[in-house]
C-alpha cells in the first residue's frame, strides 16, 4: 500500500500548516508514519516518527514546532508545522512501515515553501 500525502502549500514565515498522510490500509493501525524532507539540491532527511502506540519522536532541528498524530478510525497521520521558517522549503514524504516487520512504501510527497 502506498501512503498519499496531502496538505502542502504555500505559507509565510511564521506560519503554519498540516499536512495528512493517508492509506487505504486496514492494517493502518500496525503501521508507523515516519516523516521526511527534501529541499532543493539536498539529500533526504528525517522529520520524526508517529509508531502504532502514538508514540513519537522528532529530529533536533524541530525543536518543538511540529508534532506528529493520528487518527487510525481514519487511516490517516498529521504532521502539524507551526513556526515555519525558509529553511523548511522542501518536499514532505511519509514513509508507510510495519511496525513488526519493517516493510515500508514511500508516498509521493507533497511540497511545502515557505516565502513571504
Known amino acids: 500500500v502506498q501512503p498519499v500525502e496531502s496538505g502542502g502549500g504555500l505559507v509565510q514565515p511564521g506560519g503554519s500548516l498540516r499536512l495528512t498522510c493517508a492509506a487505504d490500509?486496514?492494517?493502518?493501525?500496525?503501521?508507523?508514519l515516519s516523516w521526511h524532507r527534501q529541499a532543493p539540491g539536498k539529500q533526504r532527511e528525517w522529520v520524526g516518527l508517529?509508531?502504532?502506540?502514538?508514540?513519537?519522536n522528532f529530529a533536533a532541528f524541530v525543536k518543538g514546532r511540529f508534532t506528529l498524530s493520528r487518527d487510525d478510525r481514519k487511516n490517516e497521520g498529521y504532521l502539524q508545522l507551526n513556526n515555519l521558517q525558509p529553511e523548511d522549503t522542501a518536499i514532505y514524504y511519509c514513509?508507510?512501515?510495519?511496525?513488526?516487520?519493517?516493510?515500508?512504501?514511500w508516498g509521493q510527497g507533497t511540497q511545502v515553501t515557505v516565502s513571504s
Open positions: 514513509k508507510y512501515i510495519h511496525d513488526r516487520t519493517g516493510l515500508f512504501s
Open positions: 490500509d486496514s492494517d493502518f493501525s500496525i503501521y508507523a
Open positions: 508517529i509508531n502504532s502506540r502514538n508514540v513519537t
